[in-house]
């Protein structure tokens, strides 16, 4: 494995307590992969981009364009591209993704560069890496969940769209709750630390595939 990126889709940046865990993940992969190439990508700033009438227009031409939008979209996608592992540590907001999340989505899922159609199917073009997905919610969306979840399967399929399937979500959940909290964290410290790809005491050759 030769670079990871990390996604921060946090508006509190890195004292979100997900990140503290994407953090741990980085830090396992280093000391597996020494030298290992990390590209960080913070979602939060306000300044991060938009979709614009003119990257409208240029995805449904699929044609290059210079608009910020498109150039944004470059960016973020060859970030994929140039990377073999992902990480994105995000807020549960309302049941599903956060906005800047939804933007990076609606920015990345291009047809003709990130995916493509065969038999009427959407296709990923982009190559399959190991990923995780660490969720932080102040509600509790699994086990008996008190409150839905749309995000585990709206990622799950947002990334099988570009071909991304190897993937794991780690949930660090009931935050609203400062008395569960560090039992939450603890709880997803422990699913960090057996994950074959992510955890501690991982093998060198670990499979990107």
Do not use: C
Not at 43 to 54: H, I
Not at 76 to 89: N, V
Not at 186 to 197: H, I, N, T, V
């Amino acid at each position: 494995m030769k670079s990871v990126l990390l996604l921060n889709a946090s508006p509190f940046g890195e004292n979100a307590r997900g990140y503290q865990l994407a953090l741990q993940a980085i830090s396992n992969l280093q000391a597996a992969h020494p030298g290992i190439d990390v590209i960080e990508r913070d979602l939060a700033p306000a300044d991060f981009g938009r979709v614009t009438p003119d990257y409208a227009r240029a995805i449904i031409s699929r044609v290059a364009h210079d608009s910020p939008a498109f150039f944004q979209s470059e960016r973020l996608i060859r970030e994929l591209e140039e990377t073999d592992a992902l990480i994105i540590s995000t807020p549960m907001h309302n049941y599903t993704v956060p906005a800047v999340l939804k933007l990076w989505i609606d920015l990345v899922l291009r047809a003709g560069r990130s995916f493509g159609f065969r038999d009427g199917r959407k296709v990923g073009l982009l190559d399959d890496r190991p990923t995780v997905v660490i969720v932080a919610s102040g509600g509790t969306v699994t086990g008996k969940a008190t409150q839905p979840d749309h995000l585990t399967g709206y990622l799950t399929d947002v990334l099988a769209t570009i071909g991304i399937t190897n993937l794991r979500f780690i949930h660090v959940q009931g935050l609203a709750e400062d008395s569960n909290a560090a039992h939450s964290l603890s709880q997803g410290q422990r699913a960090l630390d057996a994950d074959p790809r992510f955890g501690r005491g991982l093998k060198s050759d670990v499979s990107v595939g």
